[in-house]
């Protein structure tokens, strides 16, 4: 019996890679079952002169795509976790998580990073994230060479996808737009490189590029950053079953105590820190936290 689900997904490069992966897999799980690709355009995706934190409201990348879900024009929809507040629609459910990638945060480099560093000029970071603007700078004036000088970073606010925040890096010296480094989630990168289209964009964005992983003692990522969710009407018995069989336990269990720690802080994409639990070999769990919280302790 062919079965056919219609899922909802932004429209960027990303968000089309990682729910073709949903659709492969799930289609590779349940044989007969056929997938198409609704593209949906969100308030987020739309409006990119504003950081996140100073937009009014919340689920900027999902409330057109809930609407969708409820009014029956998709079955199931893909988000990134940390796109996803923490209280939804009780119309909703959670139907799976699937395993996780690579949580961490990477920084891109220009090709004349070095140069900059030498000279003493000011390293221009890309990000609008309140943070990665707390925890990034820091850690780059301590783990960048110290050529006579300890590196000066300045934050520089950039909104927009993968696309066009790494693109800044290879704009004209003299442009407002031009930036000496990007921060981005490791996952995305990862999940372009897998897709036959994002792969051909990424090999002539990464050209000539240096890059950096962050280490999560010190630059904790978003809670839930490198996992996905998937969600489904909650009366729809029939897809919440297709859809239990990309389950993974352990990243939902993972990911629900980094969005404790969020729920605690009051929520919201404004917060000052980072919070993500590593399995250790030999050490078991370990949770790092770091950066400001409400009161801004630290």
């Known amino acids: 019996m062919i079965h056919s689900l219609k899922l909802g997904t932004r429209k960027s490069m990303l968000a089309l890679a990682q729910s073709s992966a949903v659709a492969r897999q799930l289609e590779q799980m349940h044989a007969g079952l056929k997938t198409e690709l609704v593209g949906i355009e969100t308030r ?55 395993a996780r990638e690579n949580p961490r945060d990477i920084v891109l480099f220009a090709p004349d990073i070095i140069r900059r560093l030498r000279a003493g000029s000011p390293i221009r970071l890309g990000t609008s994230s309140p943070r990665r603007i707390e925890n990034v700078p820091p850690f780059l004036q301590k783990a960048l060479p110290q050529y006579s000088h300890t590196p000066r970073i300045v934050t520089r606010e950039i909104r927009g996808n993968i696309n066009t925040r790494i693109g800044y890096l290879s704009q004209p010296e003299d442009s407002p737009e031009k930036i000496d480094a990007a921060v981005l989630a490791f996952a995305g990168l990862t999940r372009l490189w897998d ?64 969005r404790q720690v969020l729920a605690q802080a009051g929520g919201g994409c404004h917060q000052r820190f980072g919070a993500t639990l590593e399995q250790h070999e030999g050490l078991g769990a370990l949770l790092h936290v770091r950066g400001s919280g409400p009161d801004g302790a630290t």
């Open 44 to 98: 987020g995706d739309r409006t990119l002169d504003l950081p996140l934190s100073k937009m009014e409201g919340k689920d900027f990348f999902v409330a057109e795509l809930d609407r969708a879900l409820l009014d029956g024009t998709v079955d199931f929809t893909v988000h990134s976790m940390k796109d996803l507040s923490l209280e939804r629609p009780p119309e909703l459910a959670l139907a799976a998580i699937p």
């Open 195 to 258: 897709s036959p289209d994002g792969r051909q964009a990424l090999e002539v964005l990464l050209a000539g590029l240096r890059w950096m992983v962050l280490p999560l003692r010190e630059c904790p990522a978003a809670p839930g950053q490198g996992a996905l969710a998937i969600e489904c009407r909650t009366d729809d018995r029939v897809t919440r079953d297709l859809l239990a069989g990309i389950h993974c336990e352990t990243t939902a269990a993972t990911v629900e105590q980094e």
